[in-house]
T-cell receptor, first 116, second 111 residues
């Protein structure tokens, strides 16, 4: 069972370059999320999508865009990378809806992104 | 709005000693609580969850957490830790919104 798959696992960019992080889940979950993890900051929500065709901003959306391509896939794009976006990025998915508030999130293994 | 506070950023403990990782939350609605574990260079894995019913929940690897509504806490405990428990632990809360995570507690088990 693949669960949540993120690609690539590692990436080094130069300031100003663009990049799309890919995420796919095979659990038929309707909600998907992008987080960034920085030392001492925990996980901070960038964007999320409660269903195909909808996206919402999280805590730290500036500098990012997202696309919910279909129910399985949710991509994160950095249009013009900045050193402050050096981080580990995690995608997660979850089954949500009426009477489903108690469902946990399932995470991918992360993408380690360095911007020089 | 919901929030989670993990009171200790780092907890060193000797092997076979007990450990408690503290988590307090705030929420204006009924909540569900989770503990996740992150081993080095990996993603987050669900360790245990409180949904309803018994306030004491257990994981398969010996951890347990107790939901205390009056103290708004969900502390994680293990009576005897192993080297393999070295990891970062995250407490999280949700109502019907994206999970909100604490900043994490790094547990270091010393041989």
């Amino acid at each position: 069972n693949a669960g949540v798959t993120q690609t690539p696992k590692f990436q080094v960019l130069k300031t100003g370059q663009s990049m799309t992080l890919q995420c796919a889940q095979d659990m038929n979950h309707n909600s998907m999320y992008w987080y960034r993890q920085d030392p001492g900051m925990g996980l901070r929500l960038i964007y999320y999508s409660a269903s195909e065709g909808t996206t919402d901003k999280g805590e730290v959306p500036n500098g990012y865009n997202v696309s919910r391509l279909n129910k399985r896939e949710f991509s994160l794009r950095l249009e013009s990378a900045a050193p402050s976006q050096t981080s580990v990025y995690f995608c997660a998915s979850r089954l949500t809806g009426a009477a489903l508030s108690n469902q946990p999130q399932h995470f991918g293994d992360g993408t380690r992104l360095s911007i020089l | 709005a919901q929030s989670v506070t993990q009171l200790d950023s780092q907890v060193p403990v000797f092997e076979e000693a007990p450990v408690e990782l503290r988590c307090n939350y705030s929420s204006s609605v009924s909540v569900y609580l989770f503990w996740y574990v992150q081993y080095p260079n990996q993603g987050l894995q669900l360790l245990l969850k409180y949904l309803s019913g018994s306030t004491l929940v257990e994981s398969i690897n010996g951890f347990e957490a107790e939901f205390n509504k009056s103290q708004t806490s969900f502390h994680l405990r293990k009576p005897s830790v192993h080297i393999s428990d070295t990891a970062e632990y995250f407490c999280a809360v949700t109502g019907n919104t994206p999970l909100v995570f604490g900043k994490g507690t790094r547990l270091s088990v010393i041989a």
